[in-house]
């Protein structure tokens, strides 16, 4: 069930709700920011374990649409229905004076009731970095991380915060080609092995058909749903793969 709060001109706004089956719903969503209408009637339901990939052009709405699942915002129309729901923005945005493990055990220290300790958060952290390839660089700052280990040690932060729903805002956009593909298999993986319900903005469509279960492209702004296509391709795909090939074709065509 959906509350009501009072926006700024004193009308009620509709706020977000919890869901219990693990489901994310949005229905006839809107929201603007003074002039700005940046996301338009846009409506998702995306069921629980389902990896969907949200793309469009630039400031159409997607790190807004993210923001509003995970109740960082509220909706001027329409209602948001999700589980507890975690945001990886874009940038690792990694604590520089702390060391990999400390960063991703930091979820445990500041999430939930904040009661547990360093060294519990340190050894429910330890197996996770291990799982990402990262075993041996507990106590390496992010200065001396490259580029795809920071953004893993910030995916196991992202996971250890232990929200059933993955808002991840364009997680590989900084990296070079060949760091993106070893990310984009270490993310198939860890989410294979840790399922979650994943909502994924890129602005490359080609990554959206390699990890998606499901592509949703918005409109320029204000954003609306312009098309939902399944990608019914089993792991793991090819960027060479003819069913890739064929579905980013499809997508680009409604991009355009």
Not at 199 to 217: Q, S, W
Not at 235 to 245: E, I, L, S
């Amino acid at each position: 069930m959906t509350t009501r709060t009072q926006a700024r001109d004193g009308r009620p706004r509709p706020a977000s709700g919890r869901t219990d089956d693990g489901a994310l719903r949005l229905a006839g969503v809107g929201r603007s920011f003074g002039a700005v209408e940046a996301l338009r009637d846009v409506s998702l339901e995306v069921p629980a374990g389902e990896v969907v990939a949200v793309v469009g052009p630039s400031g159409c709405g997607k790190s807004t649409l993210l923001e509003l699942v995970c109740g960082l915002q509220r909706p001027d129309a329409g209602t948001v229905q999700a589980p507890r729901a975690v945001l990886m923005p874009q940038g690792d945005q990694l604590l520089p004076w702390l060391g990999a493990l400390d960063n991703a055990a930091l979820a445990l220290r500041v999430g939930g009731d904040g009661r547990m300790t360093r060294q519990a958060a340190r050894e429910r952290a330890r197996p996770v970095l291990a799982a990402l390839g990262l075993d041996g660089f507990a106590a390496v700052r992010p200065a001396q991380l490259s580029g795809g280990m920071r953004q893993r040690v910030a995916f196991a932060r992202t996971l250890l915060a232990g929200a059933p729903v993955l808002c991840l805002d364009e997680p590989f956009g900084a990296l070079d080609a060949i760091t993106r593909a070893d990310a984009q298999a270490w993310l198939q993986d860890a989410l294979e092995a840790e399922p979650r319900t994943v909502l994924l903005v890129t602005h490359d469509v080609e990554e959206a058909v390699l990890l998606a279960d499901r592509i949703v492209v918005l409109s320029p702004r204000p954003g609306r749903v312009v098309a939902d296509l399944p990608v019914a391709l089993p792991h793991p795909r090819a960027a060479t793969d003819p069913g890739v090939v064929a579905l980013r074709q499809q997508a680009l065509e409604r991009l355009r």
